[in-house]
């Protein structure tokens, strides 16, 4: 089946950097969505992405669908510590009510005061 | 908009019995519910579709009869953990889809089997 990969698997970083991380796969997505997920909740959407070359923000946040639509990355400036947590990524194949959407398996997200 | 609530948070219960998580959608209609397993520091692992008035459809390697899923109405469906063993200890998390909006995600259910 589709699989979504993201790097890195993890980081550690200082309070106040910026942050960059991505989503790629071998197949074409029409929709890419990135989630936060905070430890011991469920994931909270954070952009979603419909269009090839669509770049979005949301605060802090930045994320792009990538020109080939086959990947996306999100950016984070100024991490503060409540940035904390998994990251996930997920791509939609076609819109109809099945399950069509694949989840990458995330980036886990340290922020050092 | 798009709320889910998942209850319980979290249950604690003895090996052998059944427990029943609640996934409701507060302000939009779902005719489709997923139902997700995630283990500690691992992605979400879809366990099966819920399907408002028909069969769910579970994912390959998912029991059915151990993972009972009903989805009666438009708002809310419902995981049942039958004969609970330690190794179902897990965080369920449900989800409902809104047209372009993609996955709404409930709260998640920490269930603890001892």
């Known amino acids: 089946g589709q699989q979504l990969n993201q790097s890195p698997q993890s980081m550690f970083i200082q309070e106040g950097e910026d942050v960059s991380m991505n989503c790629t796969s071998s197949?074409?997505?029409?929709?890419w969505l990135w989630y936060k997920q905070d430890p011991g909740e469920g994931p909270v959407l954070l952009i979603a992405?419909?269009?090839?070359?669509e770049l979005t923000s949301n605060g802090r946040l930045t994320a792009q669908f990538g020109i080939t639509r086959k990947d996306s990355f999100l950016n984070i400036s100024a991490s503060i510590p409540s940035d904390v947590g998994i990251y996930f990524c997920?791509?939609?194949?076609?819109?109809?009510?099945?399950?069509?959407?694949?989840f990458g398996p995330g980036t886990r997200l340290s922020v050092l005061p | 908009g798009a709320v889910v609530s998942q209850h319980p948070s979290w249950v604690i219960c003895k090996s052998g019995t059944s427990v029943k998580i609640e996934c409701r959608s507060l302000?939009?209609?779902?005719?489709?519910m997923f139902w997700y397993r995630q283990f500690p520091k691992q992605s979400l692992m879809l366990m099966a579709t819920?399907?408002?008035?028909?069969?769910?459809?579970?994912e390959q390697g998912v029991e059915k009869d151990k993972f009972l899923i009903n989805h009666a109405s438009l708002t809310l469906s419902t995981l049942t953990v039958t004969s609970a063993h330690p190794e179902d200890s897990s965080f369920y998390i449900c989800?409902?889809?809104?047209?372009?909006?993609?996955?709404?995600f409930g709260s998640g259910t920490r269930l603890t089997v001892v």
């Open positions: 997920a791509g939609q194949l076609r819109d109809n009510y099945g399950q069509n959407f694949v």
């Open positions: 302000d939009f209609q779902a005719t489709t």
């Open positions: 819920s399907n408002e008035g028909s069969k769910a459809t579970y």
């Open positions: 197949s074409i997505f029409n929709t």
């Open positions: 989800s409902a889809r809104r047209i372009r909006t993609g996955y709404t």
């Open positions: 992405l419909y269009k090839a070359g």
